[in-house]
């Protein structure tokens, strides 16, 4: 338990020391915003860019393990939203967002951390084939049909918000990042040492930063009265995700064990930290912010035990 411990608890600390620091007034919001961006704009892309580069285009393309994670997070989606849509009467978009709260991880500012300190290099790959799937599929698809019921009332509206939304999803530093290192990877292009020991020095600073980012941003954000469809959506998120994922990958066998082990651990992470931004388009960031507080914080207790069997 204590080598399981080593592994998980430091991730844990930093975001602990991220809420600290914004509880006692170190850091204001304005300030943590400033921090998350720099890991998204630069310190992630260039993580991925550093990943992509440094392998072959036939590992880094990996098709098998990109099908089994998409069909792992398509099956969540998929029960999320027809529970909350058929079993639980609630709306279109509350039903989308629900299922994309259980479907897509927070990849890069928890999964990422806790799969680097526990596998080493090939994190950074399955990072960038996880963010393909998130980033390209799971969350177009639950946009698409939140912004259905907005399309209902106003016509044309949702497709017009669907088109700007995609529009900002390929100007995403991450996609962009992604094409790039793939790119470079295919043609064989070295990248010369002084660029590379920036991009090298950018990649190791998102861990640490994000994390800290996670409990800055987690500070002031209410839990009351949302139990029941945080539970909902944390069960979802925390227990079921990672157990379709590693069933997909169970039918899918051409996976390497260390990439199978990634793309669960993965799977495991809590919803990403925008996600009450992404629900406050629709009225519904309370909801969002409370799955988010609450999966997070138990994210510790699940993640730990599932390190512990898989290091087993």
Request: proline share 5%.
């Amino acid at each position: 338990m204590l080598a399981v411990l080593t592994i998980t608890a430091p991730i844990f600390i930093l975001i602990a020391l991220g809420f600290v620091s914004a509880r006692i007034g170190l850091l204001n919001r304005e300030q943590i915003r400033g921090m998350g961006g720099f890991v998204i704009n630069f310190a992630l892309p260039a993580l991925v860019i550093k990943a992509l580069v440094e392998r072959p285009i036939g590992e880094v393309l990996n098709l098998p393990y990109l099908l089994a994670y998409a069909l792992g997070s398509l099956a969540v989606f998929g029960a999320g939203f027809g529970v909350s849509r058929w079993l639980r009467k609630d709306s279109l978009a509350a039903s989308a967002l629900t299922a994309m709260g259980m479907s897509v991880s927070n990849s890069g500012f928890i999964g990422y951390p806790i799969v680097a300190m526990l596998l080493g290099p090939p994190a950074a790959v399955a990072l960038a084939l996880g963010m393909l799937v998130e980033n390209l599929l799971m969350i177009p698809l639950a946009l698409a049909l939140a912004l259905a019921e907005a399309g209902q009332q106003r016509a044309g509206a949702s497709v017009a918000v669907l088109g700007e939304t995609l529009k900002r999803l390929l100007k995403n530093p991450i996609i962009i990042a992604i094409s790039l290192g793939l790119m470079l990877s295919l043609l064989e292009i070295r990248l010369p040492a002084l660029p590379f020991k920036v991009i090298e020095m950018l990649a190791s600073a998102s861990a640490p930063v994000a994390l800290f980012v996670i409990g800055g941003t987690l500070y002031g954000l209410k839990t009351r009265g949302l139990w029941l469809d945080v539970g909902l959506t944390g069960v979802g998120k925390l227990i079921l995700h990672p157990l379709a994922v590693f069933a997909a990958f169970a039918v899918l066998p051409a996976v390497e064990p260390q990439l199978m082990v990634a793309g669960v651990l993965f799977a495991s992470a809590p919803m990403m930290s925008i996600y009450p931004i992404l629900g406050q388009r629709f009225g519904l960031e309370g909801r969002c912010a409370a799955a988010l507080v609450v999966s997070t914080s138990l994210a510790f207790f699940t993640i730990s035990t599932l390190v512990a069997l898989l290091a087993h």
